[in-house]
């Protein structure tokens, strides 16, 4: 990304007013930017925030480039990291090898521990794929026992060949609903809960009477925009194609990106064309349709939710249990005196 669309894009965001302002940055993978982008981008940030402006950072990383440098510059300017790490290596590696063959876990972890001894706030993002759905088991206990993570998030792997027939990597079906059960099995077991599993976490506090924080299951696909580096601005990070083009920021500021035609046309996609099975669904009020990614055409027209299978089993299975959850933290709010979170 040249400085001019860099200086444009933060200046615009920081424009908005509201507090904070999350710059997510990702790739591909950031890190090959270097970290003298990451420098700029800060001075800029400090040049553009109005006073007293929040501004906060996350970014997102294979690991593969992290050293020492990187790590002092995630501490030294509160960076929030995500780390990508599928389990134990048998199944991380199954996956996540470099354009010459060889495994990429050791390096993930030397990052992780790097990251650890600098004090950077990392969580760790799981792909859960065919290498890894039915060993829910072996990577929680690797991620949270062996490597002492405390915050997790796992996303299911579907991606789509151009015949759109799924890719021989991808979940087939009923494989996250049964990684889901499990997951939530061991994490509900937990004697003090001290792993926080978003998705978990996000269910826990919607179910309790809050908006829902999880992007897969809100209403409206309108949490955040994606800019690549020739300015162009796009309404997610699962659609980034010239189809979903909402404009320029070197032309347009975020919010007349975000009223554009096509922009509200993406927010309301789940309103206007969710998948017809999902208005009589008794977990409507919570899966929303899931992700549009995972949506695929439906014969006699319309659509599909491919995790829909997974999800209904979800649930059914555990619904009530994250309801006893919710309960019991909805009591403790009142017994603190607040009809809300702290």
């Given amino acids: 990304m040249e400085e001019s669309t860099l200086a444009a894009m933060i200046r615009g965001f920081l424009s908005e007013g509201a507090s904070p302002t999350v710059f997510a940055w990702q790739g591909g993978e950031p890190t090959l930017a270097g970290v003298e982008f990451y420098r700029h981008a800060l001075l800029l940030q400090r040049r553009f925030a109005p006073q007293g402006h929040r501004v906060v950072n996350t970014f997102q990383t294979n690991g593969l480039l992290i050293d020492r440098e990187w790590a002092d510059f995630f501490a030294e300017n509160n960076f929030l990291v995500g780390l990508s790490i599928d389990g134990p290596a048998e199944h991380h590696d199954a996956m996540r090898r470099g354009a010459d063959g060889r495994p990429s876990h050791s390096s993930a972890v030397e990052a992780w521990r790097l990251l650890q001894q600098r004090g950077v706030a990392v969580n760790i993002l799981a792909v859960v794929s065919r290498a890894n759905c ?9 991620l949270t026992a062996e490597l002492g993570a405390d915050h997790l998030q796992f996303i299911p792997c579907v991606e789509w060949e151009p015949d759109g027939d799924t890719t021989d990597f991808s979940l087939r079906p009923g494989e ?7 997951l939530f099995d061991l994490w509900a077991a937990e004697a003090q809960r001290q792993i926080s599993i ?4 996000d269910l826990v506090l919607f179910f309790a009477g809050k908006p829902m924080r999880d992007c897969m299951h809100r209403p409206a696909c309108d949490s955040h925009l994606v800019v690549e580096r020739d300015g162009s601005v796009h309404p997610c990070d699962f659609f980034v194609g010239e189809e979903h083009v909402l404009g320029s920021i070197l032309q347009h500021t975020p919010s007349e990106l975000r009223t554009t035609d096509r922009a509200l046309a993406f927010q309301n996609r789940k309103a206007d064309h969710s998948p017809a099975p999902c208005a009589d669904c008794r977990h409507f009020d919570v899966c929303r349709a899931g992700c549009c990614k995972f949506w695929r055409p439906a014969e006699g027209g319309g659509f599909a939710q491919y995790l829909c299978s997974d999800m209904l089993y979800f649930f059914d299975q555990r619904r009530k249990h994250f309801e006893r959850m919710a309960a019991a933290i909805r009591a403790r709010w009142r017994q603190w005196g607040t009809a809300s979170a702290p």
């Fill in 176 to 182: 996250y609903g049964r990684f889901l059960v499990a």
């Fill in 198 to 201: 978003k998705l978990f976490d």
């Fill in 134 to 142: 039915d060993a829910a088991a072996d990577v929680y206990h690797y």
